[in-house]
């Protein structure tokens, strides 16, 4: 997609967002030649700030191409973001609703314009304590079958230094400048799935290749190993001692292991993440 193509109010969101990113962060870009010239394409990204929409934007509107969030529809209902969010063309996700499967019909439609769609695979903000990317949804998995387009995956670091996920005191800690760090790797080669039956074992698989691009490219920003198990994330209805400060709970799961454990209850999760749980 061409500058030309970008549109008014997404040009107007850039006025207005540029600036202060450029006053208050340094940037540390990487892998632009990565993102596709033309064409349809799924960028997956990690996430472990609020910020990181902003940051990941700012990096892909520099390329010519705009992104298309998917994000829970809470966004859109009012103020001046919910405009912007209506206005830029961005997906509304309902979770847990009969409309939720429209946020997947809208990302299909989209890359089918030649649009890129960005997905959070995560789902939320990371829980793992190290801040690396949990174990992934769906979502992202079965769109990329579906359309058979490009899939970029994309590490981000230093929005959380800025504002850490979670945090319950000093939220925001711009000063010292933080380095908004976005790196693109080379698109994923899913092609030995696209003949196979897209069942919940095979997207469980698709979506371990995803998060594995993800987590190695976050392991060249961050300039450490790749951990050796994922993070996963359960809700919990009580918070255990020790625990997070927030209602939920998680442990580590091998990555081999990650398909077996979630293959149990993959009917069910298949159920849930059509829903759009994948904003």
């Not at 929409?53 to 390329?63: D, R």
């Not at 998917?70 to 009969?98: C, D, H, W």
């Not at 994923?188 to 069942?199: G, H, I």
Request: charged letters at 25%; a positive charge; aromatic letters at 10%.
């Amino acid at each position: 997609m061409s500058r030309h193509r970008i549109g008014f109010w997404y040009r107007f969101a850039a006025v207005i967002a540029k600036p202060p990113l450029l006053l208050l962060f340094r940037r540390e870009w990487s892998g632009m030649e990565h993102i596709p010239r033309d064409g349809g394409f799924i960028a997956v990204v990690n996430h472990n700030s609020y910020l990181d929409p902003l940051s990941y934007a700012h990096f892909q509107y520099n390329t010519g191409r705009v992104p298309r969030f998917l994000a829970k529809v809470g966004l859109f209902k009012g103020g001046f973001v919910g405009f912007m969010m209506r206005k830029t063309g961005q997906i509304p996700v309902y979770r847990e609703s009969a409309d939720a499967i429209g946020a997947f019909r809208a990302a299909v439609q989209a890359i089918g314009k030649g649009e890129c769609v960005v997905f959070y695979p995560e789902g939320t903000l990371t829980r793992d304590p190290e801040q690396w990317p949990m174990v992934g949804k769906t979502g992202a998995a079965r769109v990329a079958l579906l359309t058979r387009a490009p899939v970029v995956p994309v590490a981000q670091w230093g929005a959380n230094e800025a504002v850490p996920p979670y945090a319950k005191t000093k939220r925001i800690r711009l000063f010292p400048r933080k380095t908004l760090k976005v790196q693109a790797g080379p698109p994923v080669d899913l092609s030995a799935y696209y003949d196979r039956e897209p069942t919940a074992e095979v997207l469980r698989e698709v979506t371990e290749v995803l998060m594995d691009a993800i987590t190695e490219q976050l392991a060249e920003v961050r300039g450490e190993p790749v951990p050796a198990e994922r993070f996963q994330y359960r809700r919990t209805r009580t918070r255990p001692e020790g625990g997070p400060a927030d209602p939920g709970a998680g442990n580590h799961a091998g990555n081999g292991g990650n398909i077996t454990a979630h293959n149990a209850g993959a009917k069910a999760e298949n159920g849930a993440e059509t829903k759009g749980e994948n904003a």
